[in-house]
């Protein structure tokens, strides 16, 4: 099994710059702009993106890194897209961010550690789980807002904790998981709670881009298209969520990231 299927604009003749062809540069910039509108509108962004990064022709680790990295420039669009939301959350906000920090640190050095041969076979499973998790948002979101009371303590720490980890170690799924628990521990009020997600999230992927960059092996020529069309896409991003049919778009890319799973878990090694 293999976690990279056929590459993106190979053909004889193409111009290819660090090992990517124009066209499939051109192909990131795209999947970034709607990666980063779906991201910032609170579904699982690099169930767009990754799949365009194998195409292109990246490894399943190097995918991750590069997806990795290009999602930082989330951070200022979704924060300017999300002020209204933000405003009174600064304090909150920094008491939760060395965690996010932290975790997601600790979760880039495991994924450094993982000999890419079993990420590859991992892959599979948690672009599956991912899937199913974008397809259960809504009866979560339904349960959250039926739920007022907020936990606290070593049940929330734990629970935000495990997700950094998850997002510096893999990160697909990790925005809406994080959205779970901060609606359920901290802010039941899902835009509110959305906003912080967007910022610890992008303090998250701060963090273990440093150790990327210093440790690990980044395919620049993927990251600054993706990143471009990300910093584009989650400006806009709760623009087009008020006009796109949310329930049409989840069902699209969760079918689509349930195909890749199953591509990637057939395809021969």
């Not at 960059?213 to 969520?241: H, T």
Request: aromatic share 6%; charged share 10%.
């Amino acid at each position: 099994m293999s976690a990279r299927p056929a590459q993106f604009g190979k053909q004889k003749g193409a111009v290819i710059l660090g090992g990517i062809s124009v066209g499939g540069m051109a192909l990131l910039l795209v999947a970034g702009v709607l990666a980063g509108a779906v991201g910032s509108a609170g579904g699982i962004a690099s169930l767009i993106s990754y799949p365009v990064l194998l195409a292109v022709g990246l490894a399943a680790k190097p995918a991750n890194v590069a997806d990795t990295i290009a999602f930082v420039a989330s951070l200022p669009g979704s924060a300017l897209g999300s002020r209204a939301e933000l405003r009174g959350q600064g304090r909150r906000i920094l008491s939760l961010a060395p965690l996010a920090v932290a975790g997601s640190a600790a979760g880039a050095v495991l994924l450094l550690l993982t000999p890419a041969g079993v990420f590859g076979r991992i892959v599979p499973f948690l672009v599956a789980f991912a899937a199913v998790a974008l397809l259960l948002q809504p009866r979560v979101s339904a349960w959250l807002e039926g739920h007022h009371g907020r936990g606290h303590g070593l049940w929330a720490q734990g629970g935000l904790l495990s997700v950094w980890v998850f997002d510096g170690y893999w990160g697909v799924g990790a925005g809406v998981m994080a959205l779970a628990v901060l609606a359920l521990t901290v802010d039941t009020d899902l835009a509110r709670a959305n906003a912080v997600k967007n910022v610890l999230l992008g303090v998250a992927d701060i963090a273990c881009s440093i150790v990327f960059i210093l440790y690990g092996p980044v395919r620049w020529a993927a990251v600054a298209p993706l990143a471009a069309g990300v910093l584009a896409g989650s400006r806009v991003g709760p623009l087009l969520a008020r006009r796109i049919p949310a329930g049409i778009l989840r069902l699209v890319v969760a079918l689509a990231g349930l195909g890749l799973a199953v591509h990637l878990w057939l395809s021969p090694g």
